[in-house]
């Protein structure tokens, strides 16, 4: 995921400022994703096509791992010219990967807001919205994504449903709530050969 969304980034500021040391930043980034010559890889080949991998020892594909990588390749493969060799790479990679997705959308079905993974876990609602984000960019590269983002919508159900989701939403928003103000004053940052702290101590703020 953070390699879609770093290149995403970089071609924010290629878009700006037209210094192409940002498109070949975001080159790195993707094609980081399917080097053949690293110990662990970052693809999974799954249902005829292959699933990128959020964490790389983790058994089950998380959705939103596998749609923020597809964004930043189709970032990257749209601010490619068509005669830049890259392109036409990215376009088989966008593919495959988007075929994969299409073929296993159905294993993040749920009745409330979608799951975090295909072994079901309930996530914070803030992952459903990004997904249905994330699908409605994409499905301007694959119309039949549009289908899928729509049964994923969930503006026809019911009471009980609805009032599931909002229960739900204010629960997590607490919990967030509480723990980005915990990190508001707690800094994590190693300190080394500093008199009289311990390497990897807590500064607070």
């Not at 690293?38 to 699933?51: A, D, H, P, T």
């Not at 079905?109 to 079901?120: E, P, V």
């Not at 590269?141 to 919508?153: F, S, V």
Request: charged share 25%.
């Amino acid at each position: 995921m953070a390699q879609g969304q770093a290149a995403s980034v970089l071609l924010w500021g290629y878009r700006i400022s037209n210094d192409t040391r940002y498109l070949e930043g975001a080159k790195k980034s993707i094609f980081a994703l399917i080097e053949e010559n690293i110990s662990v890889s970052f693809i999974k080949q799954k249902n005829g096509g292959i699933w990128f991998k959020e964490y790389l020892h983790y058994r089950y594909e998380v959705l939103d791992g596998s749609l923020t990588t597809n964004s930043g390749i189709y970032d990257l493969y749209k601010s490619l010219n068509e005669s830049d060799p890259d392109r036409y790479l990215l376009e088989q990679i966008l593919s495959d990967s988007i075929s994969c997705f299409k073929n296993s959308s159905h294993e993040f079905d749920s009745t409330l807001f979608g799951h975090y993974d295909n072994k079901r876990i309930i996530p914070n609602p803030n992952y459903y919205s990004c997904n249905l984000a994330l699908l409605e960019y994409l499905s301007t590269y694959d119309k039949e994504l549009e289908t899928i983002r729509n049964g994923y919508m969930m503006e026809k159900c019911d009471t009980t449903t609805k009032m599931l989701i909002w229960y739900w939403n204010k629960v997590n928003n607490v919990y967030y709530k509480d723990r980005r103000t915990l990190l508001s004053k707690v800094v994590m940052k190693p300190i080394v050969k500093s008199p009289g702290v311990k390497e990897n101590q807590f500064i607070q703020i």
